[in-house]
């Protein structure tokens, strides 16, 4: 069955760095976008970037534009979220996502706490 794992949350001073990594299977990841979700206390899950499936078309969401960097190696079938510069604002769960054809899928979230 469909999986996706995070990993790579943590505690981390503003001006930090983190990395995230997603590791999916169960379906054929080089097919598929892949996303990086985050969700707040109090807020809604908003979208913070995709990685196309050809691997060298990326988006942001402008909050972390320039300071996030997504990407995937279909070899390992795993995606990546390298943050930088991170604020306290970034403090959320982040979750990886994959809409496939049997549907939207959801990893179990990692905790990403910006704080000094």
């Known amino acids: 069955q469909v999986q996706l794992v995070e990993s790579g949350g943590g505690l981390v001073q503003p001006g930090g760095s983190l990395r995230l990594s997603c590791a999916a299977s169960g379906f054929t990841f080089s097919r598929f976008d892949m996303s990086w979700y985050r969700q707040a206390p109090g807020k809604e899950r908003e979208l913070v970037a995709i990685?196309?499936?050809?691997?060298?078309?990326?988006t942001y969401a402008d909050t972390v534009k320039g300071r996030f960097t997504i990407s995937r190696d279909n070899a390992k079938n795993t995606v990546y979220l390298q943050m930088n510069s991170l604020k306290p604002e970034d403090t959320a769960v982040y979750y990886c996502n994959a809409v496939l054809f049997a549907g939207r899928f959801w990893g179990q979230g990692t905790q990403v706490t910006v704080s000094s």
């Open positions: 990685a196309f499936s050809s691997g060298r078309t990326t």
